[in-house]
């Protein structure tokens, strides 16, 4: 299904990691675009527990439009060297409900993120995407001093990943939907681990 590649002219973020040596973009979801991959991603056996939207694609079309027309978050589809992999909700932390369970600041933003693609698995990829989107979050907003996660306490790739992405663990939060590790990366410590 990843096999369709675009180039970066209409990304919001793209840059070439030397990590991975590739390079990591970032766009706006397009509906009529992207709902197929959506789709197709949200019916992969190892996004169905985490995200639980195995559903027809009627469903998943309402779903992008509900975010679309929703002002506190951003849906975008990720790229390493032009083929889309990713899926990232970009959201206002205060606005969500993670904002409830901390003093959220007025420009805090957070994300939620799957990898649709497991031909992507491994090699690094992971941190060096989580990188991109928060480096990205940071250089959209240069108001937002934080960047927040709520990864699942059972997420354990993802949680693992966290501090070699600078997030810290500020405890556990229960969610609606589950028990979550609240993390925190903060402007300053991004910059000074990677810069921006």
Not at 58 to 70: C, F, S
Not at 101 to 109: L, N, S
Not at 149 to 175: K, M, T
Request: overall charge negative; some cysteine.
């Amino acid at each position: 299904m990843a096999e369709r590649t675009e180039s970066g002219a209409d990304f919001a973020y793209s840059r070439y990691d030397p990590d991975i040596g590739r390079t990591i973009g970032f766009r706006l979801l397009d509906k009529g675009r992207d709902l197929d991959l959506l789709w197709h991603w949200m019916n992969q056996p190892h996004v169905v527990p985490q995200w639980k939207m195995a559903k027809p694609k009627e469903h998943i079309a309402a779903y992008i439009d509900t975010n679309l027309a929703d002002p506190h978050q951003d849906p975008y589809i990720g790229f390493i060297d032009g083929t889309p992999m990713s899926y990232w909700e970009a959201y206002w932390a205060k606005d969500d409900i993670l904002g409830r369970h901390y003093p959220a600041d007025e420009k805090d933003r957070g994300w939620h993120m799957l990898v649709g693609e497991p031909s992507f698995f491994g090699r690094g990829i992971a941190p060096a995407i989580i990188r991109a989107f928060t480096r990205f979050l940071f250089l959209d907003d240069p108001a937002t001093e934080k960047v927040v996660g709520e990864p699942s306490v059972e997420a354990r790739r993802l949680l693992r990943y966290a501090p070699v992405c600078a997030f810290e663990e500020q405890g556990e939060i229960d969610l609606p939907d589950k028990r979550a590790k609240l993390m925190f990366c903060h402007r300053h410590r991004f910059i000074e681990q990677f810069g921006l």
